[in-house]
């Protein structure tokens, strides 16, 4: 019986060691910002990328898609700072936004002159972020961008999809409405895929678009100013 326990314990601890090594492998495995998205890198706060001046009005946490890099949504970044706002990409751990969404409460606590708040995501960083919206109050939305809430949400949203995602099929965003308030935003780009909402390169499971990353994104953005302006 000892012997047999022994076999146990050693086949359990072995097992354990593979699946430990496995991830560690995975997770040395990212999207990395296309050199296109490297020349938007405005300013980089030790991991964190920052856009724009951190006394706007408006500001926006940005939480990256599942293995993507943050400086993939630098474009992103720095359009929105343009238009006058301020935008923080926090380096999430192994960039799983799932693995601290918590991320953008003490980035809100360290701007105290920001009015509103976004918080943002693509993909599996928008059902991150989903999770913090009751924690601030001056949390005033949030934006999905190819992703949903993980439960039912009681804040004023926009959802930005595309009709050619291979990824995020359109019927799940379609099926997740029911966990949206009556008055969310939904905003269709016919051509968009998945991987266009940051510019990273293709995608595993997406499909091709004729839209560039850019292209996508301008009109994304186009919606975000529309958004936040009604509310």
Avoid: C
């Avoid at 090594?21 to 050199?35: E, H, L, N, R, T």
């Avoid at 970044?77 to 960039?95: E, R, T, Y």
């Avoid at 601030?136 to 949400?153: N, Q, V």
């Amino acid at each position: 019986m000892k012997k047999w326990l022994k076999r146990i314990s050693i086949s359990f601890i072995i097992l354990i060691g593979l699946v430990i090594g496995a991830f560690m492998v995975w997770a040395q495995f990212d999207y990395d910002p296309s050199k296109e998205a490297k020349t938007y890198v405005e300013q980089q706060d030790g991991k964190d990328y920052q856009f724009g001046d951190p006394e706007s009005e408006v500001g926006f946490v940005f939480y990256q898609g599942a293995k993507v890099d943050p400086g993939a949504y630098s474009y992103i970044g720095s359009q929105l700072a343009k238009n006058g706002h301020f935008v923080v990409i926090p380096k999430l751990p192994f960039n799983i936004a799932l693995l601290d969404a918590n991320a953008a409460l003490p980035i809100i606590d360290a701007h105290p002159k920001i009015k509103r708040w976004y918080v943002m995501g693509h993909s599996l960083g928008g059902s991150a972020a989903s999770t913090v919206l009751e924690e601030r109050s001056k949390i005033k939305g949030i934006i999905f961008l190819a992703s949903y809430p993980i439960d039912a949400i009681d804040t004023p949203s926009l959802t930005v999809y595309g009709g050619r995602d291979g990824v995020l099929p359109v019927a799940d965003i379609e099926a997740s409405k029911k966990n949206l308030r009556s008055d969310a935003t939904f905003h269709f780009i016919e051509e968009g895929n998945h991987a266009n909402f940051g510019m990273y390169g293709a995608q595993k499971g997406d499909n091709t678009s004729p839209l560039t990353p850019k292209a996508q994104q301008d009109e994304a953005i186009e919606a975000i100013e529309s958004f936040i302006s009604s509310k």
